[in-house]
């Protein structure tokens, strides 16, 4: 494998929290094979990812300095906390298009506020944490109801100890986006040109290839320092790679342009 052209992700068994520690060892061990990042579900058997049982898991993951990938996912088998995998809006909805539709957008939005709400990102406050892959023009309308629950139902909110907002500014949060979202350039200009990564999502049945970057750098109002940021340079600050790392062209950047922008 080209490990300048293609980086690890390692999913770690979560369930599991003092294996999925030992799978992170590993994962520290091998940064210099590719490996960038790892992987968790949206939730574990339906328990959120704020809950303190994860806390020996974001410990590690923030001392080595790995950041970590939530991905999304459908479906609602199993039982809660035991086993299975349940997606918002499961197991009210009956046609696959709608769970996806939900699951993929709707179970980043509950992680996040969940894992601000309980204080993850205060506890361990150089932790990085990615929502990958359930895009991103959500963002500003999340932010701006998190806030407002903070404030008016702040006894509910003990264990936040900055304003959401604050904290999804702050460095320690990232996102994928969509080819297709329209709406990127705003959620840029008032999120913050650093909040979001480019995504291809290949080889997925709803992936854009091989046409995914000519439709993102076509987005109506998509200014050219916020393409080279979505398109390279916030991963490479996301993942800390050294020029050292990175391949020495790319789809967009051209054959004699660095990677990263």
């Not at 150089?126 to 629950?149: I, M, N, T």
């Amino acid at each position: 494998m080209d490990t300048k052209r293609l980086k690890g992700a390692g999913l770690i068994p979560c369930q599991d929290p003092a294996a999925a520690v030992k799978e992170l060892e590993w994962l520290a061990q091998h940064r210099n094979d590719g490996v960038v990042t790892a992987m968790l579900p949206n939730n574990v058997y339906g328990i959120n990812l704020g809950d303190r049982r994860f806390d020996p898991i974001y410990e590690p993951a923030e001392a080595a300095g790995i950041p970590l990938s939530v991905h999304p996912q459908t479906g609602h088998d199993g039982q809660y906390g035991v086993w299975g995998v349940m997606g918002a809006g499961s197991e009210r909805l009956e046609k696959y298009s709608y769970v996806h539709m939900t699951a993929f957008s709707f179970e980043p939005m509950i992680a996040m506020m969940h894992m601000i709400g309980e204080g993850v990102f205060d506890r361990y406050p150089k932790l990085k944490v990615a929502y990958v892959e359930g895009a991103c023009g959500w963002l500003p309308f999340w932010s701006q109801r998190l806030d407002e629950h903070f404030e008016k139902l702040r006894p509910q909110w003990n264990l936040c100890e900055r304003w959401p907002s604050e904290v999804i500014k702050g460095g320690q949060i990232a996102l994928t986006c969509e080819p297709e979202e329209d709406i990127l350039p705003y959620v840029l200009d008032s999120m913050g040109q650093h909040l979001v990564m480019y995504a291809s999502d290949y080889p997925h049945w709803d992936c854009e290839f091989p046409a995914s970057v000519k439709m993102l750098t076509g987005i109506k109002g998509l200014r050219e320092e916020q393409k080279l940021a979505v398109l390279g340079r916030n991963a490479v600050d996301w993942f800390g790679l050294t020029p050292d790392e990175l391949p020495d062209r790319s789809v967009y950047f051209g054959a004699e342009a660095p990677a990263g922008g």
